[in-house]
């Protein structure tokens, strides 16, 4: 009880009050505007959120991530066009219903369920953190070392067809958390003599250039584009109670956010898929799924708005982030000289039940707000692309020059967003890069760390969580090598006759 009503207590605050106001109501416009993604409004951000209190930095931090979905459903359904990558499921059956006429019914549903999955997954997280409480002092060096290589191989292996280059470019992001002043031995590590690198490669400026400057320099190469979206007819409260009739499905697809929301490198997309797999399958018109089912909105929806809660939780425990968003908000965390894991939970628990507060107001905003909001939000989708990219562009740049007043910054993020643009035009992965320069840097310092007190290999697993973790390790990997001679098994018959075939011809 004294928790909560330090939580309670900080998050009354005005300055955290008008933080989540900001973030919420600014994450629903940002989704929904087509072409810009909490990613990108993030990484602008996050500058300015460093002279910032932690908890009001966060909590507009939180607040952008947690509605962007929201508002992402609104371009989706109304005209096809995902406004965040996470909501191209909705579209599936959001944009039929439009088509029927139903697309009121479509959005209020949409809304529903995403404010279902979002306090499901508060109320998990909220649920757990006894739990957390009572084994993040369990987690030592060796746990935290092989509990983040395990983020980077999840990460990796979530990316079917793109293997290696995911993981060269994890391997990548590595390599850049390494270059500058070694803290240990004070020497130079891979700097060639250059002086701006013998403070590192900065992670918000590999952030705002593979992100922002990426995304505004694709938004200007492109055909400028203005979507249109017709104002939306009808009443906004009908999908709550149409949502009491598919409960089982909102609360599975919720579940499924959560598990899957808790492990690196799964996220959103998996639990979607798995959720609207699992709708499909044990609906009684499972012939409707892509032609306007509720089923399919809802259990899209639901998953993908369940998962921002539960990625909050390796990262408040272990201090290990699962995707690029969570990573950005370490970098809050570790500027005020606070560190997510296991003492977060012994001597800043305030901070933590303000967190989890924060969010359960953002969605109860979120929910009224659009309501009541939604056709003016149809006119925000209408604002030309590449007037969106020079907007993108210049707050880029403000960003990165304002860290550190320095020209070579925004020459370094530059660069990025040129590479970053190539990875888009190649459809490959950005995330991984930076989730290797967070992951990579909490393993070399939990590794040399550990390294004093092992005397052999063996000593690496010697104590339970690091044995289970080790095995659950070689099971991930264990069971990709199979999925792959599965695969191989699989085409090989095949490709024989085609040579036998070409023989007898």
């Known amino acids: ?41 993030i990484a602008i951000l996050l500058p300015a959120t460093f002279s910032l209190d932690p908890i009001v930095g966060l909590t507009m931090l939180l607040g952008i991530y947690g509605s962007s979905m929201y508002g992402g459903a609104i371009p989706a359904i109304l005209i096809n066009t995902p406004g965040t990558a996470v909501n191209a499921l909705t579209s599936y059956d959001g944009y039929p219903m439009t088509e029927k006429g139903e ?4 959005l209020s549903l949409a809304y529903s ?18 739990v957390l409480a009572l084994v993040a002092p369990m987690f030592g060096s060796r746990e935290i070392f092989l509990a983040a290589l395990l983020g980077i191989i999840l990460v990796i292996l979530a990316h079917r067809g793109q293997i290696f ?9 590595i390599f850049l958390q390494t270059i500058g002043l070694d803290s240990v031995t004070y020497t130079q590590r891979y700097t060639f003599d250059y002086s701006f690198l013998s403070s590192g490669v900065n992670l918000i400026v590999v952030v705002l250039g593979l992100f922002a400057l990426s995304q505004a320099f694709l938004l200007l190469g492109n055909p400028d584009s203005s979507p249109d979206a017709k ?42 898929f798995m959720s609207y797999t699992y709708a499909q399958k044990t609906s009684k018109s499972p012939e409707t799924f892509g032609k306007g089912a509720p089923e399919g909105l809802i259990a899209s929806e639901a998953a993908n708005n369940a998962v921002p809660a539960a990625a909050m ?16 908000m370490l970098s809050v965390f570790y500027v005020h000289n606070v560190i997510p894991g296991p003492q977060l939970f012994q001597n800043n628990i305030d901070l933590v ?28 989708m209408r604002v030309p692309t590449r007037f969106l990219g020079i907007i993108i562009l210049i707050l880029s740049f403000v960003g990165v020059y304002s860290l550190r007043n320095s020209l070579t910054d925004c020459m370094i993020a530059a660069t990025f967003g040129v590479l970053g643009l190539v990875l888009k035009r190649l459809n490959l992965p950005i995330v991984p890069i930076i989730l290797g320069m967070v992951l ?66």
């Open 1 to 41: 009880m004294e928790n909560i009503l330090l939580g309670l207590e900080m998050l009354a605050r005005w300055d955290v009050i008008l933080a989540l106001f900001i973030g919420s109501i600014g994450g629903v416009i940002i989704g929904a505007i087509p072409g810009v993604g909490p990613a990108v409004a």
């Open 103 to 106: 697309g009121h019914r479509a």
């Open 113 to 130: 369920a995403s404010f279902w999955g979002g306090i499901f997954g508060i109320l998990c997280l909220i649920l757990l953190s006894p």
């Open 165 to 173: 280059a995911t993981g060269m470019l994890a391997m990548f992001g």
């Open 231 to 272: 104002p939306v007819k009808g009443r906004m409260f009908v999908g709550i109670r149409e949502l009491m009739k598919h409960k089982r499905v909102a609360t599975v697809a919720s579940s499924f956010g959560v598990i899957l929301g808790m492990i690196p490198g799964t996220g959103e997309f998996t639990a979607q």
């Open 313 to 328: 939780i390796p990262l408040l425990a272990l201090g290990i982030p699962g995707e690029a968003l969570t990573a950005m």
């Open 353 to 380: 039940y303000g967190l989890y507060f924060a969010l359960i107001a953002l969605n109860v905003i979120v929910m009224v707000f659009l309501l009541f909001s939604t056709n003016l939000l149809t006119k925000v």
């Open 440 to 505: 990579g840097g909490i393993m070399e310092v939990k590794l040399r760390s550990a390294m004093p007190r092992l005397k052999s290999p063996l000593d690496m697993i010697d104590r339970p969580i690091t044995f289970i973790l080790f095995v659950i390790i070689l099971l991930v990997l264990a069971l990709h090598l199979r999925t792959l001679f599965k695969e191989y098994r699989a085409h090989q018959p095949q490709e024989n006759h085609d040579f036998h075939d070409s023989q007898q011809r």
